[in-house]
């Protein structure tokens, strides 16, 4: 049976951790989904891991519409998401026109990237029965503004902001939310706060899952950042790795404090 966004809200209140991976095309979807991974982000990662970019900003609407249809073919019953690139959700009749076209391609839901000023067009997807993914913390299509990929969420006044996005996006109606790269109890306050099911990345180990750039899980990063797990290390095939990390977000031993930021 295929995954809901009610199954993993009942995932969240039965605290038994969500496991998500991006994907990117079909070969790749069909494994994962079938090791038990119940979340596919088609990630605008894709930028760096497909085409060689070093930042998420060049990909276009086309590129992931193309991605959503290659992951949905292969995924057997994993809950879709698919990213909106940059610049594609600029007002609500852009993120509509837009996210139309991913929901077309097979996405179960959007991720958008950002905080308040993102309610507008929220609240119009929603109305128009598109679900819709939040992402805070590090935010990569903003890397020039935050000045690098850096942990966000360090200070008092850094922290309450992405306090407020948080609740303000959940009241404009996102059923679940990606925090990248926060400290984690600054992701644990979030979690324990929030409605919907939050998934973390570098975020620590106290959000209700765990998303990793498939790529990285594969050992696939010339330098990883301090948040990724090398899961090939102990495996022998890539199934292996893939079950190993499922198995270890849901004993909640991935991540490890060597893979958080602390305050
Ligand atoms: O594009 C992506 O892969 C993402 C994950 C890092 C969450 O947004």
């Not at 507008?120 to 935010?139: A, K, M």
């Not at 984690?184 to 998934?199: C, E, F, H, M, N």
């Amino acid at each position: 049976m295929s995954i809901s966004i009610q199954h993993l809200n009942k995932l969240k209140a039965n605290r038994e951790k969500i496991a998500a991976l991006t994907a990117y095309d079909a070969s790749f979807a069909r494994l994962f989904s079938e090791q038990g991974v119940e979340v596919l982000l088609v990630g605008d990662s894709l930028g760096q891991v497909i085409q060689g970019h070093i930042h998420t900003i060049p990909v276009t609407i086309d590129q992931v519409v193309y991605h959503t249809h290659c992951v949905s073919r292969g995924n057997q019953n994993a809950f879709l998401v698919a990213d909106m690139p940059f610049m594609t959700y600029s007002t609500p009749q852009q993120s509509l026109e837009n996210a139309a076209q991913l929901m077309r391609a097979g996405a179960q839901m959007v991720k958008l990237e950002g905080g308040e000023y993102l309610c507008d067009s929220i609240r119009r997807l929603v109305e128009q029965g598109i679900p819709v993914c939040g992402h805070l913390g590090l935010t990569p299509q903003s890397v020039h503004t935050l000045g690098g990929y850096r942990v966000q969420g360090k200070t008092a006044e850094s922290k309450d902001k992405i306090f407020r996005a948080a609740e303000a996006l959940v009241e404009a109606g996102i059923q679940l939310l990606v925090l990248e790269c926060v400290p984690s109890d600054l992701a644990a306050d979030i979690t324990g706060r929030l409605s919907v099911p939050v998934i973390g990345i570098g975020a620590g180990n106290g959000t209700d899952g765990q998303i990793l750039v498939s790529y990285d899980l594969l050992g696939m990063h010339a330098s990883p950042p301090k948040f990724v797990k090398n899961f090939m290390q102990d495996a022998e095939t890539i199934q292996q790795a893939v079950q190993q990390y499922v198995a270890a977000v849901k004993s909640v031993e991935f991540p490890s404090t060597d893979h958080c930021y602390d305050r």
